[in-house]
């Protein structure tokens, strides 16, 4: 490791994505804490990587600012997220709570909570998942989580503004389709997400990701990754639709 990172606190890190970004800072050294809500399945990658566990939700805000009291985090990966369907014509007033308060709130108050001890150590690494819905508007999107990623992207760059001159990194993971549950979450069905998301389409997978995130940890510390957007190979945006007069 080029960085003389010690421990890396994960969000989310119960299944997809996250378990996999856990996976793979074990296997660079690291200590990694991993924090989420189903215990059974923490406990489950604790036996697998010996990581440390916190079964809790991010919107727990008593017992995030505990934690960080008596944890130091080199790492910090805020990953976990919500994903819900509609738009803004039917989406509910719950939905687009929830979408906000754990997808951005969340965010600002882990930042919040941890970066001012990177700050004081001089050393630290915040790793956000926004998404390309932050960047692209698209069709099939709930409105607030693409304004709760583009939140993430806003308040990344934002942080990289009041961290200047310190020794801590803020890097923006933006991915498109990964090979997920959060799809079959939103469909309340696993198996037909599977088969219209992921079988004729060669999505990312979360080693992917958990691939990119350890390759921006490890760059040495004159070096930041700020913004890394990861897609498919077949996947791509842009496009533009003009409805006629007549529609
Ligand atoms: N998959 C994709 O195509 C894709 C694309 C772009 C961005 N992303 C982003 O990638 C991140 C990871 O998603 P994923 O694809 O890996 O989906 P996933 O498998 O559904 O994982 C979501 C994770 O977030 C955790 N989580 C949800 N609500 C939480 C809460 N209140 N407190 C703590 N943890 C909570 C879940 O754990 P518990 O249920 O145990 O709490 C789970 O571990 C999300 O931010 C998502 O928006 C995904």
């Known amino acids: 490791m080029e960085s003389n990172y010690k421990t890396a606190l994960v969000t989310g ?79 509910t007033a719950e939905d687009v709570d929830a979408l906000i308060d754990i997808n951005l709130k969340a965010v600002l108050h882990m930042t919040r909570l941890f970066a001012p001890g990177m700050v004081e150590r001089d050393r630290g690494h915040i790793v956000n998942i926004s998404s390309i819905a932050g960047h692209y508007a698209f069709p099939g999107g709930n409105t607030a989580y693409h304004a709760s990623k583009a939140g993430v992207h806003s308040l990344s760059q934002q942080m990289r503004v009041h961290l200047y001159g310190t020794n801590v990194r803020v890097t923006e993971i933006s991915p498109a389709r990964t090979e997920t549950e959060v799809f079959g979450r939103l469909l309340g069905n696993m198996e037909e997400a599977q088969r219209r998301f992921f079988d004729e389409y060669e999505s990312l997978k979360p080693c992917d990701i958990a691939d990119s995130i350890s390759f921006v940890v490890n760059a040495p510390q004159r070096m930041n990754v700020s913004f890394m957007e990861i897609l498919p190979t077949k996947q791509v945006l842009g496009g533009l639709n003009f409805a006629k007069r007549t529609a």
Do not use: F, W, Y
């Not at 970004?21 to 924090?35: C, M, P, S, W, Y």
């Not at 809500?37 to 805000?61: F, K, P, W």
């Open 13 to 91: 890190a119960s299944s997809g994505i996250g378990a996999e970004i856990v996976r793979r800072l074990t296997k660079d050294g690291l200590q990694v804490h991993a924090l989420a809500r189903d215990l059974s399945r923490l406990t489950a990658l604790q036996e697998e990587t010996g990581c440390v566990i916190h079964a809790m939700s991010v919107d727990d805000l008593e017992g995030l600012t505990a934690l960080s009291e008596k944890l130091p985090v080199d790492v910090l990966v805020n990953n976990a997220g919500q994903s819900r369907k509609g738009d803004i014509l039917n989406t």
